[in-house]
């Protein structure tokens, strides 16, 4: 199986703030990579599809790059709203990351 | 409106069977992948099978097959996840979620809001 790994796991940040998470491959996966934003008592929400392509009505502050094992979940200005839990998630063989908990600091 | 609507949270007893419900309705149901993600307390979220409502095409992800069973009641636009024997460690929260036709991959891009099911003696 194909194994995300997600870093860090946990973030704390301020308002304003530029921030990236990382996701990790085990193997290649072109670019069938897709992010979540999870808040609590929610269901996930996609955020960024074929590891850079901004899920309608998104924010343009979220940006996602990167191909083959190594990937990119930029936050440009942080706002209130975005602090959540991400998820990464590989769409070849069905996985998800970890996780990455960003907390106000 | 498209949307997945779920049905509602379970209390059962370890041994019991258990079937819950993902209802979608906005869009044609047999055209797209509906797929089950377990999330345990306080944990993160786990991949656990998919099904094309369509012909029933169903995939479980290893570390849940032979654990539960998903099928799909295509002339109601329903899918379904059940349990023969739940145990404890089934006590989670439990979504269903569209695969749409973004590419390449195609994202799960509609959640249904979650069924917590709990497991209790």
Do not use: H
């Not at chain 1, 199986?1 to 530029?18: N, Y």
């Not at chain 1, 009505?57 to 936050?75: K, Q």
């Not at chain 2, 145990?87 to 509609?110: H, L, N, V």
Request: glycine share 10%; with cysteine.
């Amino acid at each position: 199986d194909i194994q995300l790994t997600q870093s860090p796991s946990f973030l704390s940040a301020s308002v304003g703030d530029r921030v990236t998470i990382t996701c990790r491959a085990s193997q290649g996966i072109s670019s069938y990579l897709a992010w979540y934003q999870q808040k609590p008592g929610k269901a996930p929400k996609l955020l960024i599809y074929a590891a850079s392509t901004l899920q309608s009505g998104v924010p343009s502050r979220f940006s996602g790059s990167g191909s083959g094992t190594e990937f990119t979940l930029t936050i440009s200005s942080l706002q209130p709203e975005d602090f959540a839990t991400y998820y990464c998630q590989q769409l070849n063989r069905v996985t998800f990351g970890q996780g990455t908990k960003l907390e106000i600091k | 409106e498209v949307q997945l609507v779920q049905s509602g949270a379970e209390v059962k007893k370890p041994g019991e069977s258990l079937k819950i419900s993902c209802k979608g309705s906005g869009y044609s149901f047999t055209s797209y992948w509906i797929g089950w993600v377990r999330q345990m307390p306080g944990k993160g979220l786990e991949w656990m099978g998919i099904i094309y409502p369509g012909d029933s095409d169903t995939r479980y992800s290893p570390s849940f097959q032979g654990q539960v069973t998903i099928s799909a009641d295509k002339s109601i636009s329903t899918a379904y996840l059940q349990w023969s024997s739940l145990k404890a460690s089934d006590t989670a929260m439990y979504y269903c979620a569209r695969r749409g036709e973004q590419w390449p991959g195609g994202a799960f891009d509609i959640w249904g809001q979650g069924t917590m099911v709990t497991v209790s003696s």
